[in-house]
Nanobody, 115 residues
Framework: QLQLVESGGGLVQPGGSLRLSCAAS????????TNWYRQVPGKQREWVAA???????NYADSVKGRFSISRDNAKNMVLLQMNSLKPDDTAVYYC?????????WGKGTLVTVSS
């Protein structure tokens, strides 16, 4: 079975930077598009960024120009570099991928942007 584990969350000041990691383990049949989502309790989950198997990237308008998604296939890891963080970026961040026609999610890592 495939498992995803996010890490790197924490407390950061507005304007600061943080780097999140999504590590995949278990049975990995192939490299698939991986997404980052974020969610505030009581709010709808929001898509943040995606990177395809070929390395193409896409970003939500709210983070475009500030966040950068990348992957390290050798380490089965996807990264999310977050710069110029704003209080509105505060959320639990989740990584997601699809394999064998199933969606897989990590448990999330909390990012808090506050003075």
């Amino acid at each position: 079975q495939l498992q995803l584990v996010e890490s790197g969350g924490g407390l950061v000041q507005p304007g600061g930077s943080l780097r999140l990691s999504c590590a995949a383990s278990g049975i990995i049949l192939s490299i698939r598009t991986t997404n980052w989502y974020r969610q505030v309790p009581g709010k709808q989950r929001e898509w943040v960024a995606a990177i395809s198997s070929g390395g193409s990237t896409n970003y939500a308008d709210s983070v475009k120009g500030r966040f950068s998604i990348s992957r390290d296939n050798a380490k089965n890891m996807v990264l999310l570099q977050m710069n110029s963080l704003k209080p509105d970026d505060t959320a639990v961040y989740y990584c997601n991928t699809r394999q064998n026609n199933m969606d897989y999610w990590g448990k999330g890592t909390l990012v808090t942007v506050s003075s």
